[in-house]
């Protein structure tokens, strides 16, 4: 998946260095008005271009994604101007899924339109409205380190630990995968304390979580957290007086 969308993002970048020129013009997508129809109707996958100029594919490519945005096929819309090499067009697309509230699709536009302001942007309005989910998408887009510790530590303030612990092990911040385990501690939530120690490599908290979820009778939990902690002395205990 993240070989495709690489080759997706080259296949722009080279079209456009291809159209530079082209680009840099107002296109005239009325001058296809009368042929786009039946192009829509035979579909994007059947049409074959290759016997146009780069400036001519590029008008019809063009075309055929504004009448894809008309109808209402973002889809299709994105494919036209990923062909055309056209990024102000991906990113009106982008801006109309964000409208429709589906942000995983506008990041994935504005990742093929390489706007990566766009993608800033769009993190931190998401994060300023509580959207955990794509604010962390956006940022993990970016590779944007400290924007994702924010956006973990108010996963943390909203009890929102798995998508705490998907970013603290993605940055992998052994400081920050402590503090989560804590916090998971304090709520019970021994599932998810037990993964953060195992990845900030705290064999002394896994030995603590495995104390508790003994003195709780949550004996597999137990387990879990002492083997991972490599308390051999406490496996045997267990295996030797809770489990059949």
């Known amino acids: 998946?993240?070989?495709?969308?690489?080759?997706?993002?080259?296949?722009?970048?080279?079209?456009?260095?291809?159209?530079?020129?082209?680009?840099?013009?107002?296109?005239?997508?009325?001058?296809?008005?009368?042929?786009?129809?039946?192009?829509?109707?035979?579909?994007?996958?059947?049409?074959?271009?290759?016997?146009?100029?780069?400036?001519?594919?590029?008008?019809?490519?063009?075309?055929?994604?504004?009448?894809?945005?008309?109808?209402?096929?973002?889809?299709?819309?994105?494919?036209?101007?990923?062909?055309?090499?056209?990024?102000?067009?991906?990113?009106?697309v982008a801006k109309d899924y964000e409208r429709l509230l589906q942000f995983h699709n506008c990041i994935e536009v504005y990742k093929l339109a390489n706007n990566k302001e766009k993608l800033l942007e769009l993190g931190k309005k998401c994060l300023e409205e509580s959207r955990l989910e794509p604010a962390i998408e956006a940022f993990m887009t970016l590779g944007d380190n400290s924007q994702l510790l924010e956006v973990g530590e108010q996963c943390i303030s909203k009890y929102r630990f798995d998508y705490a612990f998907e970013i603290f092990s993605a940055v992998k911040d052994k400081n920050m995968l402590t503090g989560l385990g804590n916090a998971c501690i304090r709520e019970s939530r021994y599932d998810y304390a037990i993964k953060a120690f195992e990845l900030a490599d705290d064999k002394e908290k896994l030995n603590f979580v495995g104390d508790l979820c003994i003195k709780e009778e949550k004996i597999s939990q137990a387990l879990e957290a002492y083997g991972l902690a490599g308390n051999e002395t406490m496996i045997e205990f267990i295996k030797e007086n809770f489990h059949d």
């Open 1 to 92: 998946m993240e070989r495709d969308e690489k080759i997706m993002k080259q296949m722009v970048t080279n079209i456009v260095e291809n159209n530079e020129k082209v680009l840099g013009q107002e296109v005239d997508t009325n001058k296809f008005s009368k042929i786009v129809p039946t192009l829509l109707k035979k579909g994007l996958d059947n049409i074959n271009l290759s016997m146009f100029s780069p400036e001519l594919k590029f008008s019809i490519l063009t075309a055929l994604g504004e009448g894809y945005k008309r109808k209402g096929n973002l889809n299709d819309a994105v494919k036209s101007f990923v062909l055309a090499g056209n990024r102000e067009k991906l990113n009106e």
